[in-house]
C-alpha cells in the first residue's frame, strides 16, 4: 500500500512540475487587445501538441501555417489555421495528420477535422490570461466558432 501511495504521489508532483513548464513556456506579455499573433498561436498549439504526446522532433514531423483561401486570407476569420503533418524523401507523399484553428482572442484550439476542442488544465490557465489581455470569451466568439463547422453549442 505505501509504495502505491508514493506512486501516486510522484504522478501528482510531476504533473504540477509539467503544468508550470508549460505555462513558463507561453509568452502572454506581447499580446495585447489585438489578441495574438500568428507566431503565439502556433507557439501554443505546439504547447497542447506536445501534451498530446506529439513527438515533434521527429525527422519528417511539421507544423504548417502557410494555410490561406485563394486571396491569401485565413480560412476561418479570427482564427489561425495549421496543419499538423510527416513528409520524408522516402514517403510517396505527404501525409497531414490533423488540422487545428487556434483562435487569436482567446486562444481556443480545435482539431476541426474531428470537431474536437483540446483541453486541458494548463492550457485552460494560459487561455484565462489571454483573455484577460484580449476582453474576449469564448462565449464572444460562439458566431466565430461556428465558421470552423464546430461547435461546443
Same mark, same amino acid.
Given at each position: 500500500?505505501?509504495?502505491?501511495?508514493?506512486?501516486?504521489?510522484?504522478?501528482?508532483?510531476?504533473?504540477?512540475?509539467?503544468?508550470?513548464?508549460?505555462?513558463?513556456?507561453?509568452?502572454?506579455?506581447?499580446?495585447?487587445?489585438? &489578441?495574438?499573433?500568428?507566431?503565439?498561436?502556433?507557439?501554443?498549439? #505546439? #504547447?497542447?501538441?506536445?501534451?498530446?504526446?506529439?513527438?515533434? !522532433?521527429?525527422?519528417?514531423?511539421?507544423?504548417?501555417?502557410?494555410? =490561406?483561401?485563394?486571396?491569401?486570407?485565413?480560412?476561418?476569420?479570427?482564427?489561425?489555421?495549421? !496543419?499538423?503533418?510527416?513528409?520524408?524523401?522516402?514517403?510517396?507523399?505527404?501525409?497531414?495528420?490533423?488540422?487545428?484553428?487556434?483562435?487569436? =482572442?482567446?486562444?481556443? #484550439?480545435?482539431?476541426?477535422?474531428?470537431?474536437?476542442?483540446?483541453?486541458?488544465?494548463?492550457?485552460?490557465?494560459?487561455?484565462?490570461?489571454?483573455?484577460?489581455?484580449? &476582453?474576449?470569451?469564448?462565449? !464572444?466568439?460562439?458566431?466565430?466558432?461556428? &465558421?470552423? &463547422?464546430?461547435?461546443?453549442?
Amino acid at each position: 500500500m505505501p509504495r502505491k501511495i508514493m506512486l501516486v504521489f510522484f504522478l501528482f508532483i510531476s504533473e504540477v512540475c509539467y503544468a508550470q513548464v508549460v505555462v513558463s513556456e507561453f509568452n502572454l506579455s506581447d499580446i495585447n487587445r489585438g &489578441g495574438m499573433t500568428k507566431a503565439q498561436a502556433e507557439k501554443l498549439l #505546439i #504547447i497542447a501538441l506536445k501534451y498530446q504526446k506529439y513527438d515533434l !522532433s521527429l525527422d519528417g514531423v511539421f507544423v504548417d501555417g502557410d494555410l =490561406q483561401d485563394k486571396h491569401g486570407n485565413p480560412p476561418h476569420p479570427g482564427y489561425y489555421d495549421f !496543419s499538423l503533418g510527416y513528409d520524408t524523401p522516402t514517403a510517396g507523399a505527404i501525409d497531414y495528420w490533423e488540422l487545428f484553428s487556434v483562435s487569436s =482572442q482567446t486562444g481556443d #484550439i480545435w482539431e476541426i477535422n474531428k470537431c474536437e476542442r483540446i483541453i486541458f488544465p494548463q492550457l485552460q490557465k494560459i487561455q484565462q490570461e489571454i483573455m484577460k489581455k484580449t &476582453g474576449a470569451t469564448f462565449a !464572444s466568439e460562439v458566431v466565430q466558432r461556428r &465558421g470552423l &463547422g464546430c461547435t461546443d453549442e
